[in-house]
């Protein structure tokens, strides 16, 4: 069974679900079964990416049609982009990094936000912004749980929700770390599903998906 989710105004978007879908959405009638298939799986946190001119209306239509859904916006990458994503619905955004306009709209928007980093340096600097929640992205391919491990001694106040190339197989590591609220994937969204309309199967690795948050209570760090 699911934990609550928190309100649409909660300030942490990392508290949202252990596990956050990343979805493409190339078609926006897909995106009102694809949600509630999710949601169905214990996955109801969804992140739909800003790569397709479908992600607005798809965002729109969950928003309207998926009440049970926190549905938020990926791949935000500028300050018009933050305030088109809250006026269509999102309840959250991600961006893969950050620069100084768009993390003041970022935190203009009164939803929660997660800037994206990959370096110490990065990091550091949006601490010195106030900012303690991030993307780490693209996960893997900048060093992992290994790396996430090495940044938690020096500097243990920042969070993040690593993203990119992380699996069923991976993703129990990265959530038993201390410095770890969440993951992003979209292992659970296969393309061939997708494109048959086959949500039962979605939503059934959507289960499974999220009875991978069960590490965070066993390890007793995460709520």
């Given at each position: 069974m699911?934990s609550p989710?928190?309100?649409?105004?909660?300030?942490?978007?990392l508290?949202?679900?252990?596990?956050?879908?990343?979805?493409?959405?190339?078609?926006?009638?897909?995106?009102?079964?694809?949600?509630?298939?999710?949601?169905?799986?214990?996955?109801p946190?969804?992140?739909?990416t800003?790569?397709?001119?479908?992600?607005?209306?798809?965002?729109?239509?969950i928003?309207?049609e998926v009440?049970?859904?926190v549905?938020?916006?990926?791949?935000?990458?500028?300050?018009?982009?933050?305030?088109?994503?809250?006026?269509?619905?999102?309840?959250?955004?991600?961006?893969?990094?950050w620069?100084?306009?768009?993390?003041?709209?970022?935190?203009?928007?009164?939803?929660?936000?997660?800037?994206?980093?990959?370096?110490?340096?990065?990091?550091?600097?949006?601490?010195?912004?106030?900012?303690?929640?991030?993307?780490?992205?693209?996960?893997?391919?900048?060093?992992g749980?290994?790396?996430?491990?090495?940044?938690?001694?020096?500097?243990?106040?920042?969070?993040?929700?690593?993203?990119?190339?992380?699996?069923?197989?991976?993703?129990?590591?990265?959530?038993?770390?201390?410095?770890?609220?969440?993951?992003?994937?979209?292992?659970?969204?296969p393309?061939?599903?997708?494109?048959?309309?086959?949500?039962?199967?979605?939503?059934?690795?959507?289960?499974?998906?999220?009875?991978?948050?069960?590490?965070?209570?066993?390890?007793?760090?995460?709520?």
């Amino acid at each position: 069974m699911t934990s609550p989710l928190p309100s649409p105004s909660a300030a942490s978007a990392l508290d949202l679900a252990p596990v956050v879908p990343v979805v493409v959405v190339s078609a926006a009638a897909d995106a009102v079964p694809l949600a509630r298939a999710l949601v169905a799986g214990g996955l109801p946190a969804i992140e739909v990416t800003l790569r397709t001119p479908a992600a607005l209306d798809a965002i729109r239509a969950i928003a309207d049609e998926v009440p049970s859904a926190v549905v938020g916006a990926g791949t935000v990458l500028t300050p018009e982009q933050v305030g088109a994503c809250t006026a269509a619905g999102a309840r959250f955004l991600v961006s893969p990094g950050w620069t100084q306009g768009l993390l003041a709209a970022m935190r203009g928007s009164g939803v929660p936000f997660l800037p994206g980093v990959s370096t110490a340096s990065e990091v550091v600097a949006l601490l010195e912004r106030g900012v303690r929640e991030m993307k780490f992205f693209p996960a893997q391919a900048a060093g992992g749980t290994a790396y996430l491990r090495s940044l938690a001694g020096p500097l243990p106040q920042a969070r993040f929700c690593p993203t990119g190339g992380i699996g069923p197989a991976t993703a129990p590591e990265y959530l038993s770390l201390p410095n770890v609220g969440c993951v992003g994937g979209s292992w659970m969204i296969p393309a061939d599903a997708v494109a048959a309309g086959d949500w039962p199967r979605i939503e059934e690795l959507a289960r499974s998906a999220a009875r991978l948050g069960g590490v965070r209570d066993a390890g007793g760090t995460c709520r």
